[in-house]
């Protein structure tokens, strides 16, 4: 029962031999709007970028070349109801705000190949420090200036065998996960000359806090900054982490779910859930590895919610903003040991059922009056079932896609596994000791539990 990977598979290339052939900027193919866009309070704290890699195996009829062009067109095409992708980032000249200036400046695209064959990349689960090679964001030779980032890069590389990636990498305040599923599946239509299967709702003030705000909750999930700095923005910090891969399968998570059930008579409002239960594992296993373990130190975990249907009215389901707010759930670490799992396991969910319209409405608040940010023990974030490999292009559905990821101890990802689609991968990230605790604990339970 669960499984874990190696640290670097041997067979893992370190680097990629990427050669680059040209780089462009696409333009909307038709005049679009000049506007400012609203960056919501959710927005404006992600102003970051998010690299994911998607690669196609051979496919005769749609050769990489073939593919190169069918996007500059389509990308053209796209820019005109997502008039913002095209645009930049500026502060308001009045309030000195974060947002979108839909000027039409473009995207870039290059185009590139690699001396390696796709199966020679090795595992395409293995988040590969080298998929980096296959986004760039040089601006050489585009006569830009590189103060001046676009919000979107596109990136195809061709492999020997005739396959190739497509890396994109999107700044953060222009989508979630769940909006940009739907971007891809509106640009695979418009590669397959189709209409949009869902227009795109660009409208963020939506979302914009009340007049005047007021918080009716606390929010400990939220960390309050000074109103001197500026919009905050996550980075990674290099440390010396080992990095393993834990794998569910189906029916690890069916066992899991099992162990979750509440004894006869006691009754809980939080559903069994895949997520649910991995979630209360990863969060058990990530606390008791810490070096502070006290049974009195508390823990909190966060993680993502879509509020679209929690609010009321309920969010458009096309809205391209950030429609996610953190959730958390705290617990002392000698609750996390011994107590039964489906306590565990409500909790996690009553992170999720606390998040109702009044609850996100008074964390939109929070952020316009501290611009704060999540604050936990570590974030868990889930691409598990976002559906990216699942996109019709023309071309044919990935073989795998996946985030390009860089280590960091307070991130913990879930992501599909490539063979089981119904498991799950668990990425972690930790010094060698509490890695070797988290290993311990992950298997000790699975087995003993």
């Not at 019709?392 to 596994?417: N, T």
Request: aromatic content about 10%; glycine content about 6%.
């Amino acid at each position: 029962m669960g499984t874990i990977s190696k640290e670097t598979p041997p067979e893992l290339l370190q680097d990629l031999k990427v050669t680059f052939q040209s780089t462009s900027l696409i333009l909307p193919s038709q005049e679009t709007k000049t506007q400012s866009i609203f960056l919501s309070n959710i927005d404006r704290i992600l102003n970051f970028h998010v690299e994911t890699v998607h690669f196609f195996p051979f496919n005769k009829d749609f050769p990489p070349e073939i593919v190169v062009e069918m996007l500059k067109k389509t990308l053209a095409e796209i820019l005109v109801p997502y008039d913002f992708l095209a645009g930049r980032l500026r502060a308001n000249p009045e309030t000195g705000r974060l947002e979108i200036d839909c000027n039409g400046a473009g995207i870039v695209f290059s185009v590139a190949s690699s001396e390696y064959a796709l199966d020679d990349v090795g595992d395409l689960v293995y988040p590969n420090p080298a998929f980096g090679q296959l986004i760039s964001k040089s601006m050489d030779n585009l006569g830009q200036d590189n103060q001046d980032e676009p919000l979107c890069f596109f990136q195809i590389t061709s492999f020997k065998c005739g396959g190739f990636a497509m890396g994109i990498s999107t700044n953060h305040t222009n989508f979630d996960g769940l909006a940009f599923k739907i971007f891809l599946d509106n640009l695979a239509a418009l590669a397959a000359a189709k209409p949009l299967p869902v227009a795109p709702f660009n409208d963020r003030k939506i979302l914009a806090a009340r007049s005047p705000p007021h918080v009716d909750f606390p929010h400990h999930e939220l960390l309050k900054l000074e109103h001197s700095c500026p919009d905050p923005v996550f980075e990674a910090t290099p440390e010396d982490l080992d990095f393993k891969i834990f794998r569910l399968t189906s029916d690890d998570i069916s066992d899991l779910k099992e162990k979750a059930k509440a004894p006869s008579g006691t009754h809980i409002e939080t559903r069994i859930t895949g997520f649910n239960v991995v979630t209360a594992l990863v969060w058990r296993c990530k606390a008791l590895s810490s070096s502070d373990n006290t049974s009195d130190r508390i823990s909190k975990m966060l993680y993502a919610v879509d509020i679209r249907r929690r609010l009321n009215p309920p969010l458009p389901r096309s809205y391209t903003g950030n429609g996610v707010l953190t959730a958390y759930a705290m617990a002392k670490c000698g609750e996390l040991e011994e107590a039964p799992f489906w306590k565990l396991v409500e909790k996690v969910g009553e992170a999720a059922t606390r998040m109702t319209d009044e609850y996100a409405r008074s964390a939109i608040d929070w952020g316009e009056i501290y611009r704060g940010i999540p604050h936990g023990e570590f974030l868990l974030t889930s691409w598990w079932k976002l559906g990216f490999e699942e996109v019709d292009y023309p071309w044919g559905r990935p073989r795998y896609s996946c985030p390009v990821v860089y280590r960091r101890k307070d991130i913990i990802l879930l992501f599909p596994d490539i063979e089981n689609r119904s498991g799950v991968n668990v990425l972690v990230a930790l010094p060698e000791e509490e890695m070797m605790r988290f290993q311990s604990q992950f298997h000790k339970f699975l087995a003993n539990y």
